[in-house]
């Protein structure tokens, strides 16, 4: 699948286990772990099937395990290189705070229980849910149930206790600007003592990003994965463009993976436009120096076109999971891994 200036998608696997968008795909003992979403365009009753991709054999497997919780709009992390912690998402009757689990040496799912003095959101759908530690996370985005939705965004810190199952959450003191279907980019300040912090992209008309947290020098202690090489080819991507400090406007259910001091976003739904909008457009935040740049890679492609789908980082590679392609309906089986050319 051919790309524009410099990059393009190559297929690595196709399966029809795999042909489902707004599902969660994540990173857990050196497979890909997909929870439930919507098999197709406009389905009301989210999946609750498990599937599992194997990067290194390119396999596709089901999880046998019952129980799995029926979620779309979801956020799913690991913890303790054990579990799988889902949180939130839509159940295809309400939004949900709740934290579900898979226990992947047990091969068990389990409903965790909220502990003491828990603070949770009235229900959460198409949020971010970020790891801040292996038991704390950060979560934002719009709350509400079915009939009310707040007019502004909310952040939460999430705190997991494996050991006794439980969760607790507890509400920040700052709130964004309303937004639904954004990304979340924990990324480093500039500076010889660099922090972190938590940028909001998209989910919004504003071109605007936003800090969710900010953290000063040594207190995140997330180790993110290494992928010299293809930070290597983002910089010279991004050295054959002209930056700019605009971000893209109107744009939700896209992807964000954080490559070094790189933000990659891909696909999405654009909200400046009433047909075809469907994106197949590559963004890279680029946080080398100050002010922070926007670089957008545009692409003529058709058959590229996703919204709702995953990227995930692996062993120095980009890979594109599901989504919903260009008709807006039909959801893509592949697997996908970014090739850059430049």
């Given at each position: 699948?051919?790309?524009?200036?410099?990059?393009?998608?190559?297929?690595?696997?196709?399966?029809?286990?795999?042909?489902?968008?707004?599902?969660?795909?994540?990173?857990?003992?050196?497979?890909?772990?997909?929870?439930?979403?919507?098999?197709?365009?406009?389905?009301?009753?989210?999946?609750?099937?498990?599937?599992?991709?194997?990067?290194?054999?390119?396999?596709?497997?089901?999880?046998?395990?019952?129980?799995?919780?029926?979620?779309?709009?979801?956020?799913?992390?690991?913890?303790?290189?054990?579990?799988l912690c889902v949180v939130?998402?839509?159940?295809?009757?309400?939004?949900?705070?709740?934290?579900?689990?898979?226990?992947?040496?047990?091969?068990?799912?389990?409903?965790?229980?909220?502990?003491?003095?828990?603070?949770?959101?009235?229900?959460?759908?198409?949020?971010?849910?970020?790891?801040?530690?292996?038991?704390?996370?950060?979560?934002?985005?719009?709350?509400?149930?079915?009939?009310?939705?707040?007019?502004?965004?909310?952040?939460?810190?999430?705190?997991?206790?494996?050991?006794?199952?439980?969760?607790?959450?507890?509400?920040?003191?700052?709130?964004?600007?309303?937004?639904?279907?954004?990304?979340?980019?924990?990324?480093?300040?500039?500076?010889?003592?660099?922090?972190?912090?938590?940028?909001?992209?998209?989910?919004?008309?504003?071109?605007?990003?936003?800090?969710?947290?900010?953290?000063?020098?040594?207190?995140?202690?997330?180790?993110?994965?290494?992928?010299?090489?293809?930070?290597?080819?983002?910089?010279?991507?991004?050295?054959?463009?002209?930056?700019?400090?605009?971000?893209?406007?109107?744009?939700?259910?896209?992807?964000?993976?954080?490559?070094?001091?790189?933000?990659?976003?891909?696909?999405?739904?654009?909200?400046?436009?009433?047909?075809?909008?469907?994106?197949?457009?590559?963004?890279?935040?680029?946080?080398?120096?100050?002010?922070?740049?926007?670089?957008?890679?545009?692409?003529?492609?058709?058959?590229?076109?996703?919204?709702?789908?995953?990227?995930?980082?692996?062993?120095?590679?980009?890979?594109?999971?599901?989504?919903?392609?260009?008709?807006?309906?039909?959801?893509?089986?592949?697997?996908?891994?970014?090739?850059?050319f430049i």
């Amino acid at each position: 699948m051919a790309g524009a200036r410099g990059w393009t998608w190559r297929s690595v696997a196709q399966d029809e286990l795999l042909a489902r968008a707004f599902h969660s795909c994540t990173e857990l003992r050196e497979h890909f772990y997909l929870v439930g979403g919507l098999l197709e365009g406009g389905a009301r009753e989210p999946s609750s099937d498990t599937v599992v991709f194997d990067p290194a054999g390119g396999q596709v497997v089901r999880v046998g395990t019952p129980g799995g919780p029926g979620r779309s709009h979801h956020e799913a992390v690991p913890v303790g290189g054990r579990w799988l912690c889902v949180v939130g998402g839509w159940d295809g009757a309400r939004r949900l705070a709740t934290v579900v689990a898979l226990d992947t040496e047990r091969g068990v799912w389990e409903a965790w229980a909220a502990a003491p003095g828990n603070c949770p959101p009235a229900g959460l759908s198409s949020h971010t849910c970020t790891r801040l530690s292996d038991r704390e996370l950060r979560v934002a985005g719009r709350e509400g149930g079915t009939r009310t939705q707040r007019h502004y965004g909310s952040v939460y810190t999430l705190r997991l206790d494996p050991g006794a199952r439980t969760y607790s959450y507890k509400e920040e003191g700052c709130h964004t600007v309303s937004r639904s279907g954004h990304c979340a980019a924990l990324l480093q300040t500039p500076g010889p003592h660099p922090g972190h912090q938590l940028l909001l992209f998209g989910g919004c008309n504003s071109a605007e990003s936003e800090v969710a947290g900010h953290w000063s020098h040594g207190k995140i202690k997330e180790e993110t994965p290494v992928a010299p090489h293809l930070m290597e080819q983002l910089s010279r991507l991004v050295s054959s463009g002209q930056g700019s400090q605009q971000g893209p406007r109107g744009l939700r259910h896209h992807s964000c993976s954080v490559v070094g001091p790189f933000a990659v976003l891909f696909g999405g739904e654009t909200l400046t436009r009433a047909r075809d909008s469907v994106c197949n457009d590559l963004y890279i935040y680029d946080t080398r120096r100050s002010p922070s740049l926007w670089y957008h890679f545009p692409c003529a492609d058709r058959h590229l076109k996703r919204m709702g789908h995953r990227t995930c980082l692996w062993n120095d590679q980009l890979y594109l999971v599901g989504g919903i392609g260009e008709d807006g309906r039909t959801a893509c089986p592949q697997v996908c891994t970014l090739d850059l050319f430049i």
